[in-house]
């Protein structure tokens, strides 16, 4: 399979939104943050320490969705940082998509917090860093890169490991 479109998942301070840039960079590709994509009432809710649920997620994992089969129809290959936590939420994003390379940012609760704690200017607290943790259902069919690394070793082994 050829690769035309990367999602780069993991929980919160895994690094997706800084490797998902640096990999888009490296080869040409747009790189889109999920983040943006939320609604303002989502952004509100994570904002005041709230998680979102399953249904507060539903229309954003949609609208994400849309993007990347518009990306790959009219062959604007691309890079996409989401969270992707849940299976159901990657059956989503990906129905009945082809040249997707899913990747997987594996990094421990204490980096997470690490990075979490000194990052500014983002709306998500560290407060919710463990529901995160215990939203997260690890994919089985991801190609897998420890998060500690830097990001040029991180985008050097997802370039090394995929059909890109």
């Not at 190609?143 to 990001?151: E, F, H, I």
């Amino acid at each position: 399979m050829k690769v035309r479109f990367f999602l780069i998942m993991g929980v919160a301070g895994c690094g997706k939104t800084t490797v998902g840039r640096a990999l888009a960079g490296r080869l040409g590709w747009a790189f889109y943050d999920a983040d943006d994509f939320h609604p303002p009432e989502n952004v509100a809710k994570m904002s005041s320490g709230i998680p979102l649920t399953d249904q507060d997620r539903a229309g954003w994992l949609e609208k994400l969705h849309r993007l990347i089969v518009d990306c790959l129809e009219n062959h604007r290959p691309a890079v996409l940082a989401c969270s992707a936590l849940k299976e159901a939420y990657r059956q989503t994003l990906l129905r009945g998509t082809e040249g997707v390379c899913l990747v997987y940012l594996r990094a421990g609760y204490d980096l997470c917090r690490q990075r979490l704690a000194a990052r500014t200017g983002h709306y998500m607290p560290v407060s919710l860093l463990a529901s995160q943790f215990a939203t997260l259902e690890e994919p089985s069919d991801a190609l897998v890169v420890d998060a500690g690394l830097s990001v040029e070793e991180i985008v050097e082994q997802i370039l090394s490991r995929s059909a890109a």
